[in-house]
């Protein structure tokens, strides 16, 4: 069982950064792919970021690339998403998740551990 917890959310102006964290526990996360998601208000659940076991190949949204970092500390059995040139739309729960297999997928069906969430709501 693995249990990951998200962390760093809240409010922010528009144009402003936060950075989430997804901390692991009961297993280690390091041979695994992790992935990002949110679920805005009335939305479907949706990818924002990916990042390999070893961290070399990444892969965003279209909607955040250029303004969001997916990154990993293995050692630290960590996995943070920095979030910049925050806007409205950004408004959603994120969550991090643990891959199913080695490569990079969107789907969230290729995920099978999830966090709670934690809530980021950007004001205009």
């Known amino acids: 069982q693995v249990q990951l917890v998200e962390s760093g959310g809240g409010p922010v102006q528009a144009g402003g950064s936060l950075r989430l964290s997804c901390v692991a526990s009961?297993?280690?996360?390091?041979?695994?792919?992790m992935g990002w998601f949110r679920q805005g208000p009335g939305k479907d659940r949706e990818f924002v970021a990916g990042i390999s076991w070893i961290g070399g190949s990444t892969e965003y949204a279209d909607s955040v690339k250029g303004r969001f970092t997916i990154s990993r500390d293995n050692a630290k059995n960590t996995v943070h998403l920095q979030m910049d040139s925050l806007n409205p739309e950004d408004t959603a729960v994120y969550y991090c998740a643990r891959g199913r297999v080695t490569a990079i997928r969107t789907s969230r069906e290729e995920y099978d551990y999830w966090g709670q969430g934690t809530q980021v709501t950007v004001s205009s």
């Open positions: 009961g297993r280690s996360i390091s041979t695994y792919t």
